[in-house]
T-cell receptor, first 112, second 111 residues
């Protein structure tokens, strides 16, 4: 089992470019999450999906869109990248509710 | 907004010593979780403690929860160099069941 996979691992974008971060899980979890991690800020929730077909905003959703393609896949799209979106992005999955989350390896994004 | 805040921000100890880090939070919670993050990697779940529990153990890890003080502590006994990592607490603000992460404690264990 691969667990939670994220692609790409690294990406450099110019301001204004768009891209999609992909996340896939083979753990049969209902809930999936996107976080960003910045130095000294911990993890901040961007969007989450409690189940297939539903998505909700987290703490910092501006500048991002998400798609829960099916139970396995949850993508994060930056329509017009900005330098403030330079960060490490983590996808996580879980059974939802009061259960632990399982994290992917992260995508390191730099916007110049 | 950050619900849980870890203390200290950084901790440096020798191998074999115990490491204690604390997490304080502001509102009522359903559960509190501790995660570890090795440099350049994703977070790994360590322990989940529910609001009606006071203490949990897992190997060399001991977690306590004091809901009256809105605080939790993570104790790592007999630390090893491999325990070098950042440790995060995650709490769910009452009713939400969506975990909110603190800024983390950076632990360095010197061999």
């Amino acid at each position: 089992n691969a667990g939670v996979t994220q692609t790409p691992k690294f990406q450099v974008l110019k301001t204004g470019q768009s891209m999609t971060l992909q996340c896939a899980q083979d753990m049969n979890h209902n809930s999936m999450y996107w976080y960003r991690q910045d130095p000294g800020m911990g993890l901040r929730l961007i969007y989450y999906s409690a189940s297939e077909g539903t998505t909700d905003k987290g703490e910092v959703p501006n500048g991002y869109n998400v798609s829960r393609l099916n139970k396995r896949e949850f993508s994060l799209r930056l329509e017009s990248a900005a330098p403030s979106q330079t960060s490490v992005y983590f996808c996580a999955t879980g059974q939802g509710g009061a259960y632990e989350q399982y994290f992917g390896p992260g995508t390191r994004l730099t916007v110049t | 907004s950050q619900q849980g805040e870890e203390d200290p921000q950084a901790l440096s100890i020798q191998e074999g010593e115990n490491a204690t880090m604390n997490c304080s939070y502001k509102t009522s919670i359903n559960n509190l979780q501790w995660y570890r993050q090795n440099s350049g990697r994703g977070l790994v779940h360590l322990i989940l403690i529910r609001s009606n529990e006071r203490e949990k153990h897992s190997g060399r890890l001991r977690v306590t929860l004091d809901t009256s003080k809105k605080s939790s502590s993570l104790l790592i006994t007999a630390s090893r160099a491999a325990d070098t990592a950042s440790y995060f607490c995650a709490t769910d603000e009452g009713g939400s069941y969506i975990p909110t992460f603190g800024r983390g404690t950076s632990l360095i264990v010197h061999p």
